[in-house]
């Protein structure tokens, strides 16, 4: 059993919060892009209230714990572990009603090459709790619109995690998927789950658009963002999505294992 002393230690030893890699600019610009509603932040979620710069200020200092200072430039972000615990907490809480249920579930990722195994891990105690992971559309081509163009991608799975490949023969010793904040992945899975007559998901476990899209559309969605992803914790505000964690999404895959026991442990699905 990993303490909750100790993780906190770990978090702040590993990155994953306290002083992060992620850059005050890099923030304050993902905030800006969000107001302007540009679809590369927001992540699928449309958001009912007006969320202007300061206002997002505001939600991600209380959020994440960044610097409610809007002079405040500058120099890399913070995350309070305090915050990320709880948030913790309450992810493996969701984790833990919808092994009780026997529930659906999906899990997909933006961040393949960092995020996989932590899911991974869960998609496995989450079926041998008897939760149908789904893996629908396997195979299924998604146009996304990136920085260089409109992009096919291949949605694939992996351990019951769903990402998205460039599209062609795969190469040895290459990275599992792209990066991708896109929501169109999970619209694609939701739409063929649905086309073949079910079942759909009851809860949604990831990040990036995975997690907004699916709240989205009014699924339960539960996942991690860092401090330059404002669009979960809008969602969390505003209800469409049902936790967010604040972490940081990029560093060495792992350092999110002592996460995975916590959180495992927490929802009452070690083995």
Not at 58 to 84: F, N, Q, W, Y
Not at 163 to 170: C, N, Y
Not at 188 to 207: C, M, T
Request: aromatic share 6%; glycine share 12%; net charge negative.
């Amino acid at each position: 059993m990993l303490s909750t002393g100790a993780l906190r230690a770990h978090l702040l030893a590993a990155g994953l919060a306290g002083i992060v890699a992620t850059s005050r600019e890099e923030s304050l610009r993902s905030y800006r892009l969000f107001a302007a509603r540009d679809p590369r932040v927001t992540l699928g979620l449309v958001p009912a209230g007006g969320w202007d710069e300061s206002e997002l200020l505001r939600l991600m200092a209380d959020k994440c714990g960044v610097s409610a200072d809007p002079a405040h430039r500058s120099g890399p972000d913070v995350i309070d572990p305090e915050r990320t615990l709880r948030g913790l907490d309450a992810f493996a809480g969701r984790l833990a009603a919808a092994a009780a249920r026997r529930a659906p579930v999906l899990l997909g990722t933006g961040h393949p090459h960092r995020l996989l195994g932590f899911y991974a891990a869960l998609a496995d105690a989450l079926s041998a709790a008897g939760c149908d992971v789904l893996t629908p559309a396997q195979g299924r081509c998604v146009d996304i619109t990136t920085r260089f163009g409109l992009r096919t991608y291949l949605l694939d799975y992996v351990r019951g995690v769903a990402f998205v490949r460039e599209a062609g023969p795969s190469e040895s010793g290459r990275e599992p998927g792209a990066h991708s904040h896109s929501a169109l992945p999970v619209r694609a899975a939701l739409e063929s789950a649905a086309e073949a007559g079910g079942p759909l998901p009851e809860l949604v476990v990831g990040d990036h658009g995975w997690v907004c899209g699916a709240g989205q559309l009014g699924i339960e969605a539960i996942g991690v963002a860092d401090t330059d992803d404002p669009a979960l914790f809008v969602g969390e505000a505003e209800g469409q999505v049902s936790v967010a964690v604040p972490l940081d999404d990029g560093v060495p895959s792992a350092y999110y294992r002592p996460l995975t026991r916590y959180v495992l442990n927490r929802a009452c699905l070690s083995r």
